[in-house]
């Protein structure tokens, strides 16, 4: 059964099985994706393409098996990341962009400073244009090509 399932039948939220269970050592433990989500994600923005490519990035790195389609799309993720010369970024103010049309996630050109990492945590005081600011947003770039 899953936890919302769980939870449906004891009138209690998905979230308060997974602590009731991690609470009694009976639940596995949740990965930890920090090393390359290190924001914290608005809940509008948690199941955009970039969110769950780092993911599961993530799960790779940690040696966790991915499903053989799930490691084929990522692979053409990052292929498209390299190709484009871009990093994933994030800004909960960010507008809706190639990389996200939900907003929050953008891509942008590699700089020197950002080594081989295929993140950029940008300072989270940015103000950005379109979200009630008059100052200059990040450029936005599209690995895909297209615009």
Request: proline fraction near 8%; hydrophobic fraction near 30%.
């Amino acid at each position: 059964m899953t936890y919302e399932q769980i939870g449906e039948m004891y009138g209690v939220t998905k979230g308060a099985v997974y602590l009731q269970l991690r609470d009694a050592k009976i639940s596995k433990a949740r990965p930890d994706h920090s090393k390359y989500i290190p924001w914290t994600v608005k809940t509008e923005h948690a199941q955009a393409r970039p969110n769950s490519m780092l993911r599961l990035y993530s799960r790779r790195e940690q040696k966790d098996p991915i499903p053989a389609v799930k490691a084929r799309m990522l692979d053409k993720w990052l292929n498209e990341l390299k190709e484009a010369d871009v990093v994933v970024c994030y800004h909960r103010d960010m507008v809706p962009n190639p990389a996200s049309p939900v907003g929050g996630w953008y891509y942008s050109k590699r700089r020197p400073e950002d080594g081989d990492s295929i993140i950029r945590v940008e300072d989270p005081h940015l103000k950005i244009k379109g979200a009630n600011s008059e100052e200059e947003k990040p450029k936005v770039a599209d690995p895909s090509g297209t615009a």
